[in-house]
Every structure is written in structure tokens, then in C-alpha cells.
């Protein structure tokens, strides 16, 4: 296994035979579908019946999708996949894609 089998582009491309933009086309399209059913769901959110076990669940929860935004705010604030310009490219949804510059050996790395 690559190093790389995990990235969802990845897995996208291999799992459903895409290239590079459809899979981050699904990739995207995914990431919305998920968003909306976390969103939709928290109004069916049951109560537990004392206000301080639903006060943490609704903190749970709240800090979940905090961790998911955070996640992404890091990805772009840091150069690892946005070279130089990690903020502009988070705040414009325009990242450009390089060519691959050189092939790792399988087994290395």
C-alpha cells in the first residue's frame, strides 16, 4: 500500500474510476451530503430528560462539527497541501493542482 491510499481523492479515483477533478467533484459533492444530514439531524436530537446531560450532548455535538471546520481551517493554513499560498487559496476554493514531479519507490518512504 502507498502512502497515499488513504487520501480520499485516492480512494475516490481507484474505488469508482475517476480522474483527478471528478474525484474531487465527488469528493466535494460527499462532504455537502454529509454536512446537510449533520445539520438536519441535530433538530432530532432527543432530549434526555435533565438539562445538564442534554447541555453536554449539545456541547458534544456542537464541538464535533467544530473539530470537522477546524480540520479544514488547518488544511489551509498550513503549506502541506497549498504550497505558499494556503489562506488565499481557502478563502478563493481555487487550489491548483501540480504535476507530479517524481515517483516514490513502492516500499520506500
Do not use: C
Amino acid at each position: 500500500m502507498d502512502h497515499v491510499d488513504w487520501n480520499i481523492l485516492t480512494v475516490a479515483m481507484r474505488q469508482f474510476g475517476l480522474d483527478v477533478q471528478e474525484a474531487m467533484n465527488w469528493a466535494g459533492k460527499y462532504h455537502y451530503e454529509q454536512q446537510s444530514k449533520f445539520i438536519s439531524l441535530l433538530a432530532k436530537v432527543p432530549s434526555f430528560g435533565s438539562d445538564e446531560v442534554d447541555r453536554d450532548v449539545a456541547d458534544y455535538i456542537f464541538y464535533m462539527g467544530i473539530w470537522v471546520h477546524g480540520n479544514v481551517v488547518w488544511n489551509f493554513e498550513n503549506q502541506r497541501y497549498f504550497s505558499e499560498k494556503p489562506i488565499e487559496s481557502g478563502r478563493d476554493k481555487l487550489v491548483e493542482i501540480y504535476p507530479k514531479v517524481m515517483e516514490i519507490a513502492k516500499g520506500s518512504a
